[in-house]
């Protein structure tokens, strides 16, 4: 399998501009998680799904931030409109979690810079 | 709330062998993780459990509230940022982990 895929890598948009981050978890995985990194907070989960549904979006920090998952093979979050702060690097995970034991696989992340 | 805690940076030698402490204050929480990650790269898992536990060179303790991660013969190549992580039920039936703020490793020869 070739793990979580992410894209693009690296990205950079002028603030007020639309930005759509990609992801497609590992095949057969039922969870899929967003979490964004930076210096002071570390990983913060942004939202996760179970089997497409969205179960926990506490972690989104304004309404600007939304994600879906159309189908089991893919996820989006997306800013709109973007400003400097959401500056930071992007991670998606997934797992299949089995009797209490949940590991998530994480892709590489997309760095987004917004100036 | 919930929140998972780890020191910012710590310091060690080529050789040595390095601590790295964890606490939270998750509620329902089960399991530690604990996770290296190199920038530009995924974090990767190093390794898991509820009970002290050993992956080559990564040994981890375990507390109810508490963990921490020791890495032993410590190397150059070591120096990273290492996540500390827990699991917790949401809703009683799903899964989430919630990570710490990251250690950074610093190893100087």
């Known amino acids: 399998d070739a793990g979580v895929i992410q894209s693009p890598r690296h990205e950079v948009t002028e603030m007020g501009q639309e930005v759509t981050l990609r992801c497609k978890p590992i095949s057969g995985h039922d969870y899929l998680f967003w979490y964004r990194q930076t210096m002071m907070r570390g990983l913060e989960l942004l939202i996760y799904f179970n089997n497409n549904v969205p179960i926990d979006d506490s972690g989104m920090p304004e309404d600007r931030f939304s994600a879906k998952m159309p189908n089991a093979s893919f996820s989006t979050l997306k800013i709109q409109p973007s400003e400097p702060r959401d500056s930071a690097v992007y991670f998606c995970?997934?797992?299949?979690?089995?009797?209490?034991?949940?590991?998530?696989?994480f892709g590489q992340g997309t760095r987004l810079t917004v100036v | 709330k919930d929140q998972v805690f780890q020191p910012s940076t710590v310091a060690s030698s080529e050789g040595a062998v390095v601590e790295i402490f964890c606490n939270h204050s998750v509620s329902n929480a089960y399991n530690f993780f604990w996770y290296l990650h190199f920038p530009g790269c995924a974090p990767r898992l190093l390794v898991k459990?509820?009970?002290?536990?050993q992956q080559g060179r990564y040994n981890m303790t375990y507390e109810r509230f508490s963990s921490s991660l020791l890495i032993l013969q410590v190397r150059e190549a070591d120096a990273a940022v290492y996540y500390c992580a827990v699991c917790t039920l949401s809703g009683g039936a799903t899964n989430k982990l919630i990570f710490g703020t990251g250690t950074l490793l610093a190893v100087q020869p």
């Open positions: 995970a997934s797992s299949l979690p089995r009797q209490g034991n949940t590991e998530a696989f």
């Open positions: 459990g509820s009970k002290p536990s």
